[in-house]
Nanobody, 119 residues
Framework: QVQLVESGGGLVQAGGSLRLSCAASGDTKCITAMGWYRRAPGKERELVAAITDSGNTYYTDSVKGRFTVSIDNAKNTLYLQMSRLKPDDTALYYC?????????????WGQGTQVTVSS
């Protein structure tokens, strides 16, 4: 099992910044990739950013150049630095971990942290 706990959400004005953290514990050695998803009211959940164990990153188009995903392997913590925030970034942000054990993939989720951007 892998446990994920997010923190760092809050209320910020448009143009401001926030840094989200996701602390992983448990069987973290099985993790092959981690990512941040978000779900805005009335919208589908979307993948915002991800990073693999080899350091490859992914960003959805709407956050490129504004968000940076990183991981501190020593602390087993995933980060999402969000800058130049927009009201459209308002959502519940979830941390995800992809775990590989032999031939089976497992997916773990945190409980989410709310980000609200006021105009």
């Amino acid at each position: 099992q892998v446990q994920l706990v997010e923190s760092g959400g809050g209320l910020v004005q448009a143009g401001g910044s926030l840094r989200l953290s996701c602390a992983a514990s448990g069987d973290t050695k099985c993790i092959t990739a981690m990512g941040w998803y978000r779900r805005a009211p009335g919208k589908e959940r979307e993948l915002v950013a991800a990073i693999t164990d080899s350091g490859n990153t992914y960003y959805t188009d709407s956050v490129k150049g504004r968000f940076t995903v990183s991981i501190d392997n020593a602390k087993n913590t995933l980060y999402l630095q969000m800058s130049r925030l927009k009201p459209d970034d308002t959502a519940l942000y979830y941390c995800n971990a992809d775990c590989q054990r032999t031939a089976t993939a497992y997916y773990y989720w945190g409980q989410g942290t709310q980000v609200t951007v006021s105009s």
